[in-house]
């Protein structure tokens, strides 16, 4: 059966609307980071045989979903106008209560409960002094990452915890069905449910009033200082379940263990879209973002590329994420 004539084509301002809607997604950050993902794959495949291997790939995710895990809640402060850089610090601090509550006796299940709540409770200590004190966050942060490291430098000095319970690898090196390591599991069931919280609740809206206009957001009845404070929390007990991974993945405890994954996590965060001053930003660029910096990171190390020149392009990759939006706005002034 042959299909009727449309009686009513349709008009130059409707094809005018769509073309400019197609135009729109083109010009999405999201688009551009799907086309730089793709071209990391294309380069990798060509650059090593073992690239496309499922299993390679699936492993290769074990290297940076602890990262991943803190750039969501990372998300949020930065798109508040605020920043965290004691991150990593409190993953030392968790790292070693859970290396010396393991001798202690503790299972794992407590192990988990245990580093959450440490990480939480540096989280509190964070927003507690932001928000009640009034101290910019970058300073306040700066001040406890020489903090929760320095109590772990004091804890463990030169020594290392390495003796935990026989089932505790498995979380950090378990695979499910063989396959899918179970820290990556959990990453992609908490970028849903970040990705739900920004972008289809009322706390996510005001979490963007607040980066864009923090005053006109408290004069409209929003609880700024609330909400930095939770945010504040939230990325600490971020930090404590990152840690009981990372923890588990390598099998012991250090004071320098993930030294400088600050500035990696804060990295990811702006290359996923979400503007460094607040205000703006998407759940979905930063989850594409994870993948564009460990699908490059897991090609290099494949071809032997020293960890020196992985920072350096993770650096050269933070400066083009802050520069490209700037150097696009004035270059679209009229």
């Given at each position: 059966?042959?299909?009727?004539?449309?009686?009513?084509?349709?008009?130059?301002?409707?094809?005018?609307?769509?073309?400019?809607?197609?135009?729109?997604?083109?010009?999405?950050?999201?688009?551009?980071?799907?086309?730089?993902?793709?071209?990391i794959?294309?380069?990798?495949?060509?650059?090593?045989?073992y690239?496309?291997?499922?299993?390679?790939?699936?492993?290769?995710?074990?290297?940076?979903?602890?990262?991943?895990?803190?750039?969501?809640?990372?998300?949020?402060?930065?798109?508040?106008?605020d920043?965290?850089?004691?991150?990593?610090?409190?993953?030392?601090?968790?790292?070693?209560?859970v290396?010396w509550?393991?001798?202690?006796?503790?299972?794992?299940?407590?192990?988990?409960?245990?580093?959450?709540?440490?990480?939480?409770?540096?989280?509190?200590?964070?927003?507690?002094?932001?928000?009640?004190?009034?101290?910019?966050?970058?300073?306040v942060?700066?001040?406890?990452?020489?903090?929760?490291?320095?109590?772990?430098?004091i804890?463990?000095?030169?020594?290392?915890?390495?003796?935990?319970?026989?089932?505790?690898?498995?979380?950090?090196?378990?695979?499910?069905?063989?396959?899918?390591?179970?820290?990556?599991?959990?990453?992609l069931?908490?970028?849903?449910?970040?990705?739900?919280?920004?972008?289809?609740?009322?706390y996510?809206?005001?979490?963007f009033?607040?980066?864009?206009n923090?005053?006109?957001?408290?004069?409209?009845?929003?609880?700024?200082?609330?909400?930095?404070?939770?945010?504040?929390?939230?990325?600490?007990?971020?930090?404590?379940?990152?840690?009981?991974?990372?923890?588990?993945?390598?099998?012991?405890?250090?004071?320098?263990?993930?030294?400088?994954?600050?500035?990696?996590?804060?990295?990811?965060?702006?290359?996923?879209?979400?503007?460094?001053?607040?205000?703006?930003?998407?759940?979905?660029?930063?989850?594409?973002?994870?993948?564009v910096?460990?699908?490059?990171?897991?090609?290099?190390?494949?071809?032997?590329?020293?960890?020196?020149?992985?920072?350096?392009?993770?650096?050269?990759?933070?400066?083009?994420?802050?520069?490209?939006?700037?150097?696009?706005?004035?270059l679209?002034?009229?």
């Amino acid at each position: 059966m042959s299909s009727l004539p449309r009686l009513f084509p349709a008009s130059d301002a409707t094809k005018g609307t769509e073309k400019m809607r197609i135009m729109a997604v083109f010009k999405r950050w999201e688009f551009i980071l799907v086309l730089i993902l793709a071209a990391i794959c294309v380069f990798n495949s060509f650059a090593s045989p073992y690239f496309l291997d499922l299993h390679n790939l699936f492993d290769s995710t074990q290297s940076f979903s602890e990262k991943a895990i803190l750039v969501l809640s990372m998300a949020l402060i930065i798109i508040i106008g605020d920043i965290d850089l004691s991150v990593a610090s409190i993953i030392a601090l968790c790292g070693t209560a859970v290396g010396w509550l393991a001798t202690q006796g503790m299972t794992t299940p407590q192990l988990v409960v245990a580093s959450v709540i440490v990480g939480t409770l540096a989280g509190m200590v964070n927003g507690g002094i932001i928000v009640r004190f009034q101290v910019p966050a970058i300073v306040v942060t700066i001040g406890t990452m020489s903090l929760f490291r320095g109590i772990s430098y004091i804890i463990l000095g030169d020594q290392a915890f390495s003796s935990f319970p026989d089932d505790f690898s498995d979380l950090g090196q378990g695979y499910l069905g063989g396959m899918i390591p179970y820290e990556f599991i959990v990453y992609l069931v908490l970028a849903v449910v970040f990705a739900v919280f920004l972008h289809r609740t009322t706390y996510g809206r005001s979490i963007f009033a607040m980066g864009n206009n923090p005053q006109a957001a408290m004069y409209s009845g929003i609880k700024v200082d609330t909400i930095r404070f939770w945010l504040f929390t939230v990325n600490g007990m971020m930090a404590g379940l990152a840690a009981v991974l990372f923890t588990s993945r390598i099998g012991a405890t250090r004071p320098n263990m993930a030294l400088g994954w600050e500035l990696e996590v804060v990295a990811t965060v702006v290359l996923g879209g979400v503007a460094i001053t607040g205000g703006s930003g998407t759940m979905p660029g930063v989850i594409l973002s994870v993948f564009v910096f460990g699908m490059l990171t897991f090609g290099l190390g494949l071809v032997n590329v020293p960890g020196i020149i992985m920072t350096i392009i993770t650096g050269c990759m933070l400066i083009g994420a802050i520069a490209t939006p700037i150097i696009v706005r004035k270059l679209s002034r009229p």
